[in-house]
């Protein structure tokens, strides 16, 4: 009787696990295949190709601001708050749009003696971040601003109003470096090449703006810095796998 009992325990025992397995197997997620660069047990070639386009820039972004310094932060704040929306008002009268005005920071802080312990008053800082769209009027603007109160021109960079139609142009000419330079390689090794396999995009920086940092006066004969914009350089880096025949 004993030993039936065992044989039973034991079976279902064993019919338990069996269940718990068929569970686990049910309710497992599927597996993901992911994809491969290229095809598997295929001749190819990966090349990397480059290409540059150069533009004259057609904006300019100029970091303005005002700082005044008075014995209390009442007095300081209101000077300069006159000061930069006179600042304000001379940039709309260039035709710039509000959109293209906008500030960038308002600062507060004290100014000590000599020797670091006491306040003698408080300095407040101002600044506008402006984008020009007829770079022929950054070198006026900054004039007119100047003569309304502004006293640092903290930078200016260019660039362009569509990057994204130049990068098109870089991407385009990345693509043709790739192919000139695998062709090459291929009659090299007496193949040529397929059809394109794979292409990947190398990310890379956008161009870099021209920091300029000037502390203006005021003067009663101004007269408007001349503004060069030069050349910018976008390009654009591909890595491209071809299949060799």
């Known amino acids: 009787m004993e030993n039936r009992l065992l044989s039973t325990v034991l079976a279902l025992t064993a019919l338990i696990a069996v269940l718990a397995l068929a569970a686990v197997s049910l309710f497992r997620p599927a597996q993901t295949v992911t994809a491969q660069p290229g095809v598997a047990n295929m001749p190819q070639i990966v090349v990397i190709g480059t290409g540059e386009v150069k533009v004259e820039p057609d904006i300019a972004s100029i970091m303005i601001g005002v700082e005044t310094t008075a014995p209390t932060t009442q007095e300081a704040l209101a000077q300069n708050s006159a000061q930069a929306q006179a600042i304000i008002d001379q940039i709309r009268q260039l035709g710039i749009e509000e959109r293209d005005i906008q500030t960038t920071g308002i600062n507060i802080y004290p100014v000590y003696d000599n020797?670091?312990?006491?306040?003698?008053?408080?300095?407040?800082?101002?600044?506008?971040?402006?984008?020009?769209?007829?770079?022929?009027?950054?070198?006026?603007?900054?004039?007119?601003?100047?003569?309304?109160?502004?006293?640092?021109?903290?930078?200016?960079?260019?660039?362009?109003?569509?990057?994204?139609?130049?990068?098109?142009?870089?991407?385009?000419?990345?693509?043709?470096?790739?192919?000139?330079?695998?062709?090459?390689?291929?009659?090299?090794?007496?193949?040529?090449?397929?059809?394109?396999?794979?292409?990947?995009?190398?990310?890379?920086?956008?161009?870099?703006?021209?920091?300029?940092?000037?502390?203006?006066?005021?003067?009663?004969?101004?007269?408007?810095?001349?503004?060069?914009?030069?050349?910018?350089?976008?390009?654009?880096?591909?890595?491209?796998?071809?299949?060799?025949?």
């Open 115 to 245: 020797e670091g312990r006491n306040i003698t008053g408080y300095t407040v800082n101002n600044t506008v971040n402006v984008t020009v769209r007829n770079i022929g009027q950054a070198g006026s603007l900054i004039d007119r601003v100047v003569q309304v109160g502004a006293n640092r021109v903290y930078g200016i960079s260019f660039g362009v109003s569509d990057p994204e139609r130049v990068l098109a142009q870089a991407r385009e000419a990345a693509i043709a470096n790739a192919r000139a330079r695998a062709e090459q390689m291929a009659r090299a090794s007496g193949t040529s090449l397929g059809r394109v396999l794979f292409i990947t995009e190398n990310m890379g920086a956008s161009p870099l703006p021209i920091p300029v940092m000037a502390q203006a006066r005021p003067a009663v004969d101004s007269v408007a810095p001349p503004v060069q914009p030069g050349q910018q350089t976008y390009s654009a880096s591909v890595q491209v796998t071809f299949e060799l025949r």
